[in-house]
Nanobody, 130 residues
Framework: QLQASGGGLVQPGGSLRLSCAAS????????TGWFRQASGKEREGVSC????????FYGDSVKDRFTISRDNAKNTVYLQMSNLRPEDTALYYC?????????????????????????WGQGTLVTVSS
């Protein structure tokens, strides 16, 4: 019930905006996060936003470069990514869950298992390369 989009090929220093849209009013009740999984690595939290939008979390590697936001009227969560680096290359997923903080979006643990979330979108590939 989540549809992730907006990935693509971008040069280092470039920008992309990812969107996570819910087919129904799923996001009306759920906190939402963006996660990424590079080839051969575990899925890890990138950024999460609470149901109200009043609380956010950013991983250290993306802080000050990425911005998460949500438009509950459109049932959509966005991830604005700026100053992209080659190490940002990965499949990006959005996930929705009831708990806050969301699993994988804490300083203590950023690796996440797919079973910890109620909903996942399909991945959207972000490739940062010159």
């Amino acid at each position: 019930q989540l549809q992730a989009s907006g990935g693509g090929l971008v040069q280092p220093g470039g920008s992309l905006r990812l969107s996570c849209a819910a087919s129904k009013s799923t996001l009306d009740y759920y906190a939402t996060g963006w996660f990424r999984q590079a080839s051969g690595k575990e899925r890890e939290g990138v950024s999460c936003i609470s149901l109200s939008g009043g609380s956010t979390f950013y991983g250290d590697s993306v802080k000050d470069r990425f911005t998460i936001s949500r438009d509950n009227a459109k049932n959509t969560v966005y991830l604005q990514m700026s100053n992209l680096r080659p190490e940002d290359t990965a499949l990006y997923y959005c996930g929705a869950g009831l708990a806050w903080p969301l699993p994988g979006c804490t300083r203590a643990r950023m690796v996440v298992s797919t079973s910890e979330y109620d909903y996942w979108g399909q991945g959207t590939l972000v490739t940062v390369s010159s």
